[in-house]
């Protein structure tokens, strides 16, 4: 969905190095998610926010911190990357006002650590 | 243990035959089940959602169904196309709010 957008859309780094992975969304939506998908596995939630001041762990939140910098950003970090987190990082945006509550995905952001 | 499990894994149709994939959850209760497209390198795009009070929902060509006493949905495509090749993900959204449970999904690949 363009209207979420992801960068880097691809990365590789080395293990022990910082990463940040960031979003945008112009669809003015207050919750924003960052999930990692993996080959065989269904997405995993890692951080969530319903606002700037809202910050929430997810499943799989160790080895990852979030910044939520404006209500239409959210980065994702990667303090001290390891070779396990490699995978597809996707952000996604809902707007609790919705009936569902649907998710709109960006393209995501393939990570590889080595 | 994944609370969502879908099957088969993979397959492949020929162009313009119909196919039906499957989904078994068993979180609950649940408040919606949503079946999503994922083509190759894009982000999930959603197709359907149906509460636990719903029984189908059409979206063009797709088709889900929903059995909330079985806990089984299913996604029909008819005529599939070309276009149509991608992983289709099956969604539970545990309560009013939830995270959401995510299948693996079913990677589908139509042939000329």
């Known amino acids: 969905d363009a209207d979420v957008t992801q960068t880097p859309r691809n990365r590789i780094t080395k293990t022990g190095k910082r990463i940040m992975l960031e979003c945008s969304q112009t669809?003015?939506?207050?919750?924003m998610y960052w999930y990692r998908q993996d080959p065989g596995l269904g997405l995993r939630l890692i951080y969530y926010?319903?606002?700037?001041?809202?910050?929430n762990k997810g499943e799989i939140s160790d080895g990852y911190s979030v910044s939520r910098q404006a209500q239409a950003k959210f980065s994702l970090s990667l303090e001290s990357a390891i070779p396990n987190q490699t995978a597809l990082y996707f952000c996604?945006?809902?707007?609790?006002?919705?009936?569902?509550?649907?998710?709109?995905f960006g393209p995501g952001t393939r990570l590889t650590v080595l | 243990k994944n609370q969502v499990e879908q099957s088969p894994q993979s397959l492949i149709i020929l162009e313009g035959k119909n196919c039906t994939l499957q989904?078994?959850?068993?979180?609950?209760?649940?408040?919606?089940l949503r079946w999503y497209k994922q083509d190759t390198g894009r982000g999930p795009v959603s197709l359907t959602i149906?509460?636990?009070?719903?029984n189908t929902k059409s979206n063009g060509r797709y088709t889900a169904t929903l059995d909330a006493d079985t806990k089984q949905s299913s996604l029909h495509i008819t005529a599939s196309q070309l276009s149509d090749s991608a992983s289709y993900i099956c969604?539970?959204?545990?309560?009013?709010?939830?995270?959401?449970?995510f299948g693996a999904g079913t990677q589908v690949v139509v042939t000329p």
């Open positions: 996604a945006t809902s707007d609790y006002l919705s009936s569902y509550d649907e998710q709109f």
């Open positions: 669809k003015g939506h207050d919750r």
């Open positions: 926010s319903f606002d700037v001041k809202d910050i």
């Open positions: 989904c078994n959850y068993t979180v609950s209760p649940f408040s919606n």
């Open positions: 149906m509460t636990f009070s719903e």
């Open positions: 969604v539970v959204t545990p309560d009013s709010w939830g995270k959401l449970q």
